[in-house]
């Protein structure tokens, strides 16, 4: 699978384990930046990510800053972009099977590296139930519009 990563700077150090477990499942990774402590605006990162998913360059995206909450909301601007933040391994399960979330959002500052692995790991291995909630997200879609 090829997954999109971004951050700004509140998520970088997040950012880099997460990449590390991403290259150890076997997944190829695209890193949207940022690369430094130094200060940037999280829409700057996140609008790339979400392009990248929505358009199908990525099969999933990962964005974080300092709560995973600025990040996401940038990201879900985007016409087809469903970024969830999950601080909780239910969520990110429950993100995936009942919403099909394509971008997954995590705060650097909320959770440690331990938690936030067993969560990318939950949400990129939990597929899309479909039935009743496909209803859900064609609605979700067609608020798009």
């Not at 998520?11 to 477990?21: A, C, M, P, R, T």
């Not at 949207?32 to 999933?60: K, L, M, N, Q």
């Not at 429950?94 to 936030?116: F, K």
Request: hydrophobic letters at 40%; charged letters at 25%; one cysteine or more.
């Amino acid at each position: 699978m090829k997954i999109a990563v971004g951050c700004d700077h509140g998520g970088l150090h997040l950012k880099q384990e997460i990449k590390e477990l991403l290259s150890t499942l076997g997944h190829e990774v695209e890193d949207f930046g940022t690369h430094s402590t130094e200060s940037c605006d999280y829409p700057d990162i996140a609008e790339p990510v979400a392009h990248a998913v929505v358009d199908g360059t990525a099969d999933r995206g990962i964005l974080i800053c300092g709560t995973g909450i600025g990040i996401g909301i940038a990201a879900n601007k985007i016409a087809g972009a469903r970024a969830a933040l999950c601080h909780d391994t239910f969520s990110a399960h429950a993100s995936r099977e009942h919403n099909n979330a394509n971008i997954l959002t995590m705060g650097e500052r909320v959770i440690g590296p331990g938690l936030a692995k067993d969560i990318v790991t939950i949400w990129l291995n939990t597929e899309f139930e479909g039935g009743r909630h496909a209803r859900r997200i064609e609605k979700i879609s067609a608020l798009e519009k």
